[in-house]
């Protein structure tokens, strides 16, 4: 059934830098059918299972959390890179395959207890959802599970994620 989304994701070879096959979402998300069955496919495994917020990671996580938030009845939070978000900020940083980065998120964004999905549109090393699993738990929010439109399957992110639960509806 995720074949047909699977082939629509475009491959860029060598972006942003070379050696990285850069997964490109934007082919998927013009085109009306594929965008609704994605959203549809990801947001039924939720159904039922209470979510309060989902968290969208900058930038692409936004348009697949907002998505996922509308259907299933629930609040967007935003994590952004620093120095974007505009109220007191929780910060976690991060390393990349060459040096350090961060993400934020506003200190009310949480309130203890609350039930939270992570939403993303690639799950690859897992170094990014790891810090923003971080950020929620120090908050108090519930993780429920932790869902990407597609996961790089050889860069072995979801090892990294040990006490919560993973889905990616695309394996690549
Ligand atoms: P990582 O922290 O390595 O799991 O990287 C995940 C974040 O970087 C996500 O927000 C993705 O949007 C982005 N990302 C990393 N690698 C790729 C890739 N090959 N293609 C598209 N996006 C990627």
């Known amino acids: 059934m995720t074949e047909a989304l699977k082939k629509i994701i475009r491959d860029v070879p060598d972006f942003p830098k070379k050696g990285i096959l850069f997964k490109d979402i934007t082919t998927l998300l013009k085109d009306a059918a594929s ?3 994605t959203v549809d496919l990801m947001s039924h495994r939720y159904v039922g299972k209470h979510i309060d917020v989902v968290v969208g990671i900058e930038a692409r ?3 697949v959390g ?10 967007v939070i935003l994590v952004r890179k620093p120095g974007k978000l505009p109220h007191k900020t929780h910060k ?3 390393k990349l395959e060459y040096g350090e980065d961060a993400l934020e998120i506003h200190q009310d964004a949480i309130t203890p207890g609350q039930k939270v999905l992570i939403a993303d549109d690639v799950l690859a090393t897992g170094g990014t959802v790891s810090a923003v699993i971080n ?3 120090k908050m108090g929010g519930q993780i429920v599970e932790c869902a990407f439109l597609s996961e790089i399957e050889a860069l072995g992110g979801r090892s990294k994620i040990k006490n919560h639960p993973v889905f990616s ?4």
């Open 35 to 37: 965008f609704q069955k």
């Open 61 to 63: 996580g936004f348009i």
């Open 169 to 172: 509806l695309i394996k690549f």
């Open 135 to 137: 950020l929620i738990e």
């Open 66 to 75: 907002a998505a996922l938030a509308y259907k299933l009845g629930a609040g």
């Open 92 to 94: 976690a940083s991060y």
